[in-house]
C-alpha cells in the first residue's frame, strides 16, 4: 500500500474500520427491524380482528367503488356519441411541463419525440405458448419472489410463465425459478422503467399474443410508504384471492368483450393523482396519436392486473427504446414508467374498454352468463384497384396503380403520418390470385367474415374486373365475398377537374338484363355472401339512377329466375354531396349501409391546433377519436329502412389530394376498436353485419391490412371485438355463413410479390 500523504496511514485505518462497523451494525439494525415489521405485517394479517373487520374494509371498498360511479354519472348521463366536451389534449406535442413539476422539458419521453425505428413491423407469434393465461412476472426485489410464487398456486388452470429479472439484482433466481417452473421463459434485463418497461419490452417482443388473459404482478416494496409490504400483499391477494375468485375473474374476461382489465379492489385512482405526469402521458398519447380527456383519468395503481392481451400489446405501438426512459434513481412521480402506469389506463379506455375491481366481478359476470353470445358478421369493402389495366394507363400514365399515389404522399404537418407504408403483403398486383390467397387466410385468422368488392361496370364494360375474374376460376381460395356496384361517372377529381370525366355512368334501355349476366357468374359462386338465403348486392348510388325502383325490380326477377330466392339490396347511406333517394328507390331496397366518412360522423376540425411551420391546406384536418365518439349508430335509416352500422380504422386522402386532403388526424387501432365495438353493439342481434371501410384503401388512410406503423393493429382490433369464426352465433334462419376456421398464416414478401408460406385451416366441426 502506498503511504497517505500528510498523515499517518494507521489511524487513517483504524478510522475506515471503525466505520465499517458501523455501517455493519446499521444494516444488521435495519434487517432486524424488517424482520419484525414483516412478523407484525403477518400477525395483523392473520390475526382475528383483521378477519372480523373484514366485513367493515369490503363495506368501505365498496363505498369508493359507488363513490367512483357516482362522480361519473354526470358523463354518463350526456351520452356515449355527445362531442360536445371533445378533447383534443393527446393528439399533438404537449406544452412544456407547469414549473414545480418533476417532469421536465428535459426529461427522457419529451425531449425525444422521436418514434423508434422498427426494422421490420411483423411479429412472429410466440412458438412456444401452451396455455390459454400468461403470468408476466418482474422481478427487481428477489427476497419477495416467494410471494407470488406462493400465489401461483391458486391459478386453477395451466398457465404459462414469463419472469424478468433485473442484472445486478434478481438473476441469481433464474436457477430456482426454472428448477420450480421448468418451462418458464426467463429475461435478463437493465435496471430501468421498472416492471413497466419491463412489460414494454414483452409487448415488443409478441410475447402476449394468442392468450385470453394476461396476469401481470412484480415484486413491490414501495420503500417510501411506511405499508409497502402490506401493499403488496393486498394488491397479490388481490389478482389471486383463491382458485374460485380467479376462475371467475377469467370467465368474465373471456365472457364479456367489453372488460379490460380486473384490477384489486381500491386499486382504481383518477385525475386527483396525475401529479407530475399529465405532460409525460401525453407525450405518449402523442405519439400514437390518441386524444384523450384528462379530467376522466383512470388507472390501476401499483400496477398489479389481470387484463385482456390488446391492452398490452398495443404499448408495442409507442416504439419507446432505452433512451426514452430515465437512469433509475428511486423516482416517486413524473417519470415515464408513472407515465406508463397511468398511460395503461387510457389505452384501455379509449378501446371502449372498462376496468373492473375484483369486488363487482361477481356481479358482472352474473350479467353476462345471462346475456345471449352472438357474433355478427363483419364486412370489409374491397377496393380490386391494385392491378394495370390499359384505361389507366392512358389517363394516370403508363403502369398506373393506386401504389404510385401512395408512394408519391409526403406530411403535411409535423405528426402528419404520411406516407403509410404497407408490411407484410407489400404494394402487391392483384392480377397474381395468390394475393388474394393471402388476403383470404388473414381475414379469416382475424374475424373479418368476406369482403364487397366493389365492382365497376358501365352499361356493359367492366373496369378492374380482373381479381373477380381470377377469384371465380379459383374455387380453393377462402374469400368470401359479395359485389358493391360503384355506379358513379369515373372523373379526375383526384386532380382537382371533376368536370373531366374520364367514362360515363349511363343507364341506356335494357341496362339492367345486361348488368345482370354480368353479375350471374359471382352470385353462383358457394362463396357468395347471403342474407337469408339471398346474395348481397350493395349499389353505392341508388338515388342516381335513372328510373332505379324499376331497375332493382327487374334484377330482383332475374334472380328469382335463375333459382334464388330473391336479391337482398343494400343502398350506401347517401351523403350529403349525393343524390337524395326518392321514396320509390328507397321501397325497393332491403336496408341501408353507412359508408364513413360519408355521412354520419362527428366533425371537429383540429386545422388550428397544427404545429407551425407545415403545408397551408385547402382541405382540413379533424379529430378521428370525434368523429368515433359522434358516429351515428341507429339501426333505422331514411324511409324507415334497417340501416347497418358501418366503420372506418381512419381516413386520410393526402395521397390522392396532397393539400385538397381531408385528413382525420389520429386514426389508429385504439380509437378504431372502440368504434368497431359500438357498432357491433348496435347492430345487435337482429342486424349482424358491420361494414368496415375499407379492407385496402390505401391511398385514403383506410385499411385493415397491416402497415408499417401498427403492424397487424387493425385487424387485432376486429378479433378482439368479435371473436374468431367460431364464436357462438345465432344467425338469421338460412344466412349463408362462412365457414368457421381457426387459421395461423404466415406471410412473407418476397421482391414485392406475396406468398403464403404457411397457411394451415383447420374446419371446427
Known amino acids: 500500500m502506498p503511504e497517505v500523504?500528510?498523515?499517518?496511514?494507521?489511524?487513517?485505518?483504524?478510522?475506515?474500520?471503525?466505520?465499517?462497523?458501523?455501517?455493519?451494525?446499521?444494516?444488521?439494525?435495519?434487517?432486524?427491524?424488517?424482520?419484525?415489521?414483516?412478523?407484525?405485517?403477518?400477525?395483523?394479517?392473520?390475526?382475528m380482528s383483521w378477519r372480523v373487520t373484514s366485513p367493515i374494509r369490503i363495506s368501505a371498498g365498496r363505498a369508493r367503488v359507488l363513490k367512483r360511479r357516482v362522480r361519473s354519472l354526470p358523463g354518463r348521463l350526456r351520452g356515449r356519441d355527445t362531442v360536445t366536451s371533445f378533447s383534443p389534449t393527446g393528439l399533438f406535442a404537449p406544452p412544456a411541463p407547469p414549473p414545480g413539476s418533476l417532469a421536465t422539458v428535459d426529461s427522457p419521453l419529451l425531449a425525444r419525440p422521436h418514434l423508434a425505428t422498427r426494422a421490420d413491423a411483423e411479429r412472429a407469434l410466440p412458438a412456444s405458448r401452451r396455455a390459454r393465461i400468461l403470468v408476466a412476472a418482474h422481478v427487481y426485489y428477489p427476497e419477495v419472489w416467494p410471494d407470488i410464487e406462493d400465489r401461483l398456486a391458486r391459478l386453477p388452470e395451466p398457465f404459462d410463465?414469463?419472469?424478468?429479472?433485473?442484472?445486478?439484482?434478481?438473476?441469481?433466481?433464474?436457477?430456482?425459478?426454472?428448477?420450480?417452473?421448468?418451462?418458464?421463459?426467463?429475461?435478463?434485463?437493465?435496471?430501468?422503467?421498472?416492471?413497466?418497461?419491463?412489460?414494454?419490452?414483452?409487448?415488443?417482443?409478441?410475447?402476449?399474443?394468442?392468450?385470453?388473459?394476461?396476469?401481470?404482478?412484480?415484486?413491490?416494496?414501495?420503500?417510501h410508504r411506511l405499508d409497502g409490504d402490506g401493499w403488496r400483499v393486498a394488491l397479490l391477494d388481490g389478482v389471486l384471492p383463491s382458485p374460485d375468485g380467479v376462475q371467475r375473474i377469467l370467465e368474465l374476461l373471456r365472457t364479456d368483450r367489453g372488460i379490460g382489465m380486473v384490477v384489486p379492489g381500491g386499486s382504481i385512482k383518477g385525475a386527483e393523482t396525475w401529479g407530475s405526469d399529465q405532460e409525460l402521458v401525453e407525450a405518449l398519447a402523442a405519439r400514437i396519436p390518441i386524444a384523450f380527456d384528462p379530467d376522466q383519468l383512470e388507472y390501476s395503481a401499483g400496477s398489479m392486473y389481470w387484463t385482456k392481451p390488446w391492452v398490452l400489446q398495443r404499448l408495442a405501438d409507442l416504439r419507446l427504446d432505452r433512451e426514452h426512459f430515465e437512469s433509475e434513481a428511486n423516482h416517486l412521480d413524473g417519470s415515464t414508467a408513472h407515465a406508463l402506469e397511468r398511460f395503461i389506463g387510457v389505452v384501455t379506455k379509449q378501446s371502449g374498454l372498462e376496468m373492473v375491481e375484483t369486488d363487482d366481478v361477481p356481479s358482472r359476470l352474473h350479467r353476462a352468463r345471462r346475456r345471449p353470445r352472438w357474433r355478427p358478421r363483419v364486412l370489409a369493402f374491397y377496393l380490386p384497384q391494385f392491378h394495370r389495366i390499359p384505361e389507366n394507363d392512358l389517363w394516370w400514365g403508363d403502369g398506373f396503380t393506386d401504389w404510385r399515389n401512395v408512394e408519391a404522399a409526403e406530411p403535411l404537418y409535423d405528426g402528419h403520418l404520411q406516407p403509410i407504408e404497407p408490411a407484410e403483403l407489400g404494394r402487391y398486383d392483384l392480377s397474381d390470385p395468390e394475393v388474394m390467397r393471402a388476403q383470404g387466410a388473414l381475414a379469416a385468422a382475424y374475424g373479418v367474415d368476406g369482403f364487397v368488392m366493389h365492382h365497376y361496370w358501365f352499361d356493359g364494360a367492366p373496369l378492374l374486373e380482373t381479381p373477380l375474374r381470377n377469384l371465380l376460376a379459383d374455387r380453393s381460395i377462402d374469400f368470401p365475398f359479395a359485389l358493391c356496384w360503384a355506379n358513379e361517372s369515373w372523373t379526375r377529381r383526384w386532380d382537382g377537374l371533376e368536370a373531366d370525366v374520364l367514362i360515363q355512368q349511363s343507364y341506356p334501355a335494357g341496362w339492367e338484363d345486361r348488368f345482370y349476366d354480368d353479375l350471374a357468374p359471382a352470385l353462383r359462386d358457394p362463396r357468395y355472401i347471403t342474407v337469408d338465403g339471398n346474395p348481397l348486392l350493395v349499389i353505392y348510388r341508388p338515388g342516381e339512377i335513372r328510373k332505379g325502383a324499376e331497375a332493382i325490380k327487374r334484377l330482383r326477377q332475374r334472380a328469382m329466375r335463375d333459382g334464388f330466392g330473391d336479391l337482398h339490396v343494400l343502398g350506401v347511406l347517401p351523403a350529403r354531396e349525393l343524390a337524395p333517394v326518392s321514396n320509390e328507390v328507397a321501397g325497393a331496397l332491403d336496408g341501408w349501409v353507412h359508408f364513413p366518412p360519408g355521412s354520419g360522423l362527428g366533425l371537429h376540425s383540429v386545422g388550428s391546433l397544427l404545429p407551425e411551420g407545415g403545408e397551408e391546406l385547402s382541405g382540413d384536418v379533424y379529430a378521428f377519436d370525434a368523429a368515433v365518439d359522434g358516429a351515428d349508430l341507429s339501426t333505422v335509416g331514411p324511409h324507415g329502412l334497417p340501416q347497418h352500422p358501418g366503420v372506418m380504422p381512419g381516413w386520410d386522402n393526402t395521397a390522392r389530394r396532397r393539400r385538397a386532403a381531408y385528413v382525420f388526424h389520429g386514426g389508429n387501432p385504439l380509437s378504431f376498436r372502440r368504434w368497431l365495438s359500438r357498432a357491433v353493439q348496435a347492430a345487435g342481434p337482429a342486424g349482424r353485419m358491420v361494414f368496415v371501410n375499407a379492407w385496402n384503401e390505401w391511398a385514403e388512410g383506410a385499411h385493415l391490412e397491416p402497415d408499417r406503423r401498427f403492424g397487424r393493429g387493425n385487424l387485432e382490433a376486429v378479433l378482439d371485438v368479435v371473436g374468431d369464426r367460431r364464436e357462438t352465433s345465432t344467425p338469421s334462419a338460412g344466412a349463408n355463413h362462412v365457414a368457421p376456421l381457426d387459421v395461423r398464416v404466415d406471410v412473407r414478401v418476397a421482391a414485392g410479390t406475396v406468398s403464403v408460406a404457411d397457411a394451415t385451416q383447420t374446419v371446427a366441426r
Not at 418451462?183 to 434485463?189: D, F, M, S, V, Y
Open 5 to 47: 500523504p500528510g498523515g499517518d496511514s494507521d489511524d487513517l485505518f483504524e478510522e475506515l474500520r471503525l466505520e465499517n462497523e458501523w455501517l455493519r451494525q446499521r444494516v444488521e439494525q435495519l434487517d432486524a427491524a424488517a424482520r419484525e415489521y414483516r412478523r407484525q405485517m403477518t400477525a395483523v394479517l392473520t390475526s
Open 161 to 223: 410463465l414469463v419472469v424478468t429479472l433485473v442484472r445486478g439484482r434478481a438473476e441469481s433466481l433464474e436457477r430456482e425459478i426454472v428448477r420450480r417452473f421448468p418451462e418458464a421463459r426467463i429475461h435478463l434485463r437493465e435496471n430501468y422503467g421498472r416492471d413497466l418497461a419491463s412489460i414494454l419490452e414483452l409487448a415488443d417482443l409478441g410475447i402476449f399474443e394468442g392468450y385470453d388473459a394476461i396476469l401481470k404482478v412484480h415484486t413491490k416494496r414501495s420503500p
